[in-house]
């Protein structure tokens, strides 16, 4: 399992959606993008600050991406 972080966010949004309905499942999903997406846009200007790496900027965004993308169905790790 690559990614234990990853695994957690999809299978949160899997109980939601399957026990409550898909409206807070969407909130849920809208926020974790959301976060996801400051995450990136952090990890970038700590790069561009010379304060991280650009394989630090490159797996903020690959775990972006994946969360954003997976299909409901699938299991991400």
């Given at each position: 399992?690559?990614?234990?972080?990853?695994?957690?966010?999809?299978?949160?949004?899997?109980?939601?959606?399957?026990?409550?309905?898909?409206?807070?499942?969407?909130?849920?999903?809208?926020?974790?993008?959301?976060?996801l997406?400051?995450?990136?846009?952090?990890?970038?200007?700590?790069?561009?600050?010379?304060?991280?790496?650009?394989?630090?900027?490159?797996?903020?965004?690959?775990?972006?991406?994946?969360f954003?993308?997976?299909?409901?169905?699938?299991?991400g790790?």
């Amino acid at each position: 399992m690559k990614d234990k972080t990853f695994v957690h966010f999809r299978s949160h949004l899997s109980y939601i959606r399957k026990h409550h309905s898909s409206a807070p499942a969407a909130l849920y999903y809208l926020v974790m993008v959301g976060r996801l997406t400051m995450s990136t846009l952090w990890q970038t200007l700590r790069w561009l600050g010379g304060a991280a790496s650009l394989a630090d900027v490159r797996e903020r965004s690959n775990r972006q991406m994946q969360f954003a993308l997976l299909r409901p169905g699938r299991t991400g790790g």
